[in-house]
Antibody, heavy 122, light 107 residues
Framework: EVQLVESGGGLVKPGGSLRLSCAASGFTFSSYTMNWVRQAPGEGLEWVSSIRSSGGYMYYSDSVQGRFTISRDNAKNSLYLQMNSLRAEDTAVYYC???????????????WGKGTTVTVSS | AIQMTQSPSSLSASVGDRVTITCRASQDIRNDLGWYQQKPGKAPKVLIYAATGLQGGVPSRFSGSRSGTDFTLTISGLQPEDFATYYCMQDYNYPRTFGQGTKVEIK
């Protein structure tokens, strides 16, 4: 079964750091672009970051550029999001999602985890 | 970044109704658009990919269409399990961008 399981969420003070993880199983992780998407309480979906299959290319939203770092370990079938300088507006459920990738071209998000909650508050 | 303008933000409909939701892209994105359904407390799920492709396992009452930079999700014969929030997302380039969402509620 194709599965993504996020972990690492929690309560952190403004200015603090947190590292999210996403464990993948049931598919060849190293072949797919992976993503983080978040959803603030009562709000819509916001794409946060993506990383290509080899880890050579990363993309970020303007709202997290310079504060968050996406990475992956293909040997461990794992995706990460290092979040620094956290702000109250980073409070959200963070979803890990797989991009359907064919011949190196990224398409839609076809598999999603259940999410992990990050709360930034003093 | 490409802006995705989704409308309406909410709608009320009855079981059996035909429902249409629209997303307009701020520039040409070819057919590079997906539609996602999200139920409360759950992760999103893709319904339509490449503007018109039906994802495996999704009922055929869901369909997508494109006219230029306007994209439409149609639900033909709304079912009780379809009451949810729907989002479009362009996958033409990075940064990826979502529409604001449309909440489909029971009339």
């Amino acid at each position: 079964e194709v599965q993504l399981v996020e972990s690492g969420g929690g309560l952190v003070k403004p200015g603090g750091s947190l590292r999210l993880s996403c464990a993948a199983s049931g598919f060849t992780f190293s072949s797919y672009t992976m993503n983080w998407v978040r959803q603030a309480p009562g709000e819509g979906l916001e794409w946060v970051s993506s990383i290509r299959s080899s880890g050579g290319y990363m993309y970020y939203s303007d709202s997290v550029q310079g504060r968050f770092t996406i990475s992956r370990d293909n040997a461990k079938n794992s995706l990460y999001l290092q979040m620094n300088s956290l702000r109250a507006e980073d409070t959200a459920v963070y979803y890990c999602a797989r991009t359907w990738t064919v011949a190196g071209t990224d398409y839609y998000l076809d598999v999603w985890g259940k999410g992990t909650t990050v709360t930034v508050s003093s | 970044a490409i802006q995705m303008t989704q409308s309406p933000s909410s709608l009320s409909a009855s079981v059996g109704d035909r429902v249409t939701i629209t997303c307009r892209a701020s520039q040409d994105i070819r057919n590079d658009l997906g539609w996602y359904q999200q139920k409360p407390g759950k992760a999103p799920k893709v319904l339509i990919y490449a503007a018109t492709g039906l994802q495996g396992g999704v009922p055929s009452r869901f369909s997508g269409s494109r006219s230029g930079t306007d994209f439409t999700l149609t639900i033909s014969g709304l079912q009780p399990e379809d009451f949810a929030t729907y989002y479009c997302m362009q996958d033409y380039n990075y940064p990826r961008t979502f529409g604001q969402g449309t909440k489909v509620e029971i009339k």
